[in-house]
C-alpha cells in the first residue's frame, strides 16, 4: 500500500539553526501538505503546495518557513533559523484532489530545538 | 472567527459499549468535514470525509454523521484495539484545514 514518508524521525537543532524536513508523498498525489503539533496540542496546518506553488498558507507559515518540491518525488520544509518554540511533530500529508480526498499523513520528525 | 471544537476530551466505554463522539464547529464556507484516527507518535489516519449536512459514513465499527453545526462519530461495539485520540478537522472556505483538540478514547477488555 502506499504511504507517506518522512525523514528524519528525530532531528535535533540548536536555536538559530537552519533545518530542512524531508518528505516523500504518494507518488500520483497532486497537493501536498505540512502540519505540525506541538506535544499535547492540535495538529495545526502550515502550508499546502500545488503545481509547485504554495496555494494556502497559515499564519504561523511567516518567513522563517519555506516549502521546496525540488525534485519529482520530495517535498521539503525549511526552517531558516530555528527557535525554541518551533519544537514540535511536523506531519507531511498528500491527496490526490484539494481537500475533497482522503489526505495520507506520513509518520512525522520530531523537531527539537535546544 | 473558524473553530472546531471536540467532546469529551477523554472517553473510557467498556468493550462492546457503543458511544458517540461529538465536533462542534463554526467555519465559514464548510468544504468538508474529516475525522481521522491518530495512534501515540504516529501520524493521523484518515477515517472518513463529509461535505454536506445529512450525509452519513460507515466503516466497520465506526460511523460518522454531519448536521449544519456539528458531526458525530458513532462507535458501535467497541474493542480495545479501537483505542486511539480520534481527531475532526474541517476545511474552510479560506482554504485552511483546522483540527480540533481530539478525543482520546480508551477501550477496556
Known amino acids: 500500500e502506499p504511504e507517506v514518508t518522512q525523514t528524519p524521525s528525530h532531528q535535533v537543532t540548536q536555536m538559530g539553526q537552519e533545518v530542512i524536513l524531508r518528505c516523500v508523498p504518494i507518488s500520483n498525489h497532486l497537493y501536498f501538505y505540512w502540519y505540525r503539533q506541538i506535544l499535547g496540542q492540535k495538529v495545526e496546518f502550515l502550508v499546502s503546495?500545488?503545481?509547485?506553488?504554495?496555494?494556502?498558507k497559515s499564519e504561523i507559515f511567516d518567513d522563517q518557513f519555506s516549502v521546496e518540491r525540488p525534485d519529482g518525488s520530495n517535498f521539503t520544509l525549511k526552517i531558516r533559523s530555528t527557535k525554541l518554540e518551533d519544537s514540535a511533530m511536523y506531519f507531511c500529508?498528500?491527496?490526490?484532489?484539494?481537500?475533497?480526498?482522503?489526505?495520507?499523513f506520513g509518520p512525522g520528525t520530531r523537531l527539537t530545538v535546544t | 472567527e473558524d473553530q472546531v471544537t471536540q467532546s469529551p476530551e477523554a472517553l473510557r466505554l467498556q468493550e462492546g459499549e457503543s458511544s458517540s463522539l461529538n465536533c462542534s464547529y463554526t467555519v465559514s464556507g464548510l468544504r468538508g468535514l474529516f475525522w481521522y484516527r491518530q495512534d501515540p507518535g504516529k501520524g493521523p489516519e484518515f477515517l472518513f470525509t463529509?461535505?454536506?449536512a445529512g450525509e452519513e459514513k460507515e466503516k466497520e465499527r465506526l460511523k460518522a454523521t454531519l448536521t449544519k453545526k456539528e458531526s458525530f462519530l458513532h462507535i458501535t461495539a467497541p474493542k480495545p484495539e479501537d483505542s486511539a485520540t480520534y481527531l475532526c478537522?474541517?476545511?474552510?472556505?479560506?482554504?485552511?484545514?483546522?483540527f480540533g483538540t481530539g478525543t482520546r478514547l480508551k477501550v477496556l477488555a
Open positions: 478537522a474541517a476545511h474552510s472556505g479560506t482554504y485552511k484545514y483546522i
Open positions: 500529508a498528500s491527496t490526490s484532489d484539494r481537500g475533497y480526498y482522503e489526505q495520507y
Open positions: 463529509l461535505y454536506s
Open positions: 503546495f500545488y503545481n509547485n506553488e504554495i496555494s494556502e
